[in-house]
């Protein structure tokens, strides 16, 4: 009986769930297949040559099994230069100015300057919108790159 009440508990707070809270495994890893109409289409769409960039959260663990504490991983939100490519805008890497072609696309890990961008506040994060020659590189694997503590 105590097992169905707790898995009544998992379901309505996977309900209560904001639609980029769902895109995360665990509520720390961003998994791209989770990313829904329901979050895209709650976005606004970025104009001319903008880029909407979710920038990486990063894990709540370390390798050794600590958990960070709320102000590490806020701290570690706001300075983050990685990020995953929501959606592009319909100007963005034209042919006269990007003549070998996009930097990056939708479904990309790219890095970025520190202080490239806009921010804004959505339920559940953070979306940053930055212009489409402020990104430095398309990254394969976030974790990779990334230092381990």
């Not at 769409?45 to 909407?52: A, F, H, N, S, V």
């Not at 559940?124 to 990334?146: F, Y």
Request: aromatic share 8%.
């Amino acid at each position: 009986m105590a097992n169905t009440a707790l898995q009544e508990k998992w379901a309505e707070e996977e309900a209560n769930k904001t639609p980029l809270e769902k895109a995360y495994d665990e509520g720390t890893t961003l998994n791209p297949k989770k990313i829904g109409n329901e979050l895209l289409e709650q976005l606004p769409d970025p104009t001319g040559w903008r880029i909407m960039i979710l920038p990486y959260r990063g894990k709540r663990k370390t390798k050794g099994g600590i958990e960070l504490t709320e102000e590490t991983l806020s701290r570690r939100r706001i300075g983050t230069v990685l990020g995953y490519v929501l959606k592009v805008g319909p100007l963005a890497y034209n042919e006269e100015k990007f003549s070998t072609g996009p930097w990056c696309e939708e479904g990309d890990w790219v890095l970025f300057g520190r202080y490239a961008g806009s921010r804004f506040q959505i339920e559940g994060g953070e979306i940053k919108i930055l212009n489409d020659d402020e990104i430095i590189a398309r990254v394969p694997d976030p974790e990779a790159i990334l230092h381990q503590l």
